[in-house]
């Protein structure tokens, strides 16, 4: 479909309103393939591609410490220690 789009005229570069390109349209969906086959074209968002490892990061950590019956202040220490270990550069 990517393909189909490049070669009707679409602009792979354009950004919406809200600034985010293809790829980061891709990103959200999940779409690992699209995001392969744009970034291959050198459209990236790492910005985006940053916020939603941390994210994964993030709800790893909380469902680790819910899982484990973490309460207060030893579920926090371990969310922290979790999350530091876990982030993205």
């Given amino acids: ?11 792979l570069h ?6 985010d390109n293809a790829t980061a349209y891709a990103l ?16 990236g968002s790492p910005d985006l591609e940053r916020q939603i490892m941390s994210d994964k990061v993030a709800r790893k950590c909380l469902e680790e410490g819910t899982r484990r019956g973490l309460k207060d202040k030893a ?3 371990f969310f922290a220690a979790c999350y530091e270990a876990g982030k993205p550069n």
């Fill in 1 to 11: 479909m990517l393909q189909l789009l490049l070669r009707r005229g679409a602009r």
């Fill in 14 to 19: 354009e950004v919406d309103g809200l600034g």
């Fill in 28 to 43: 959200r969906a999940d779409r690992q393939p699209n995001v392969a086959y744009l970034k291959g074209l050198g459209l």
């Fill in 75 to 77: 579920y926090d220490r």
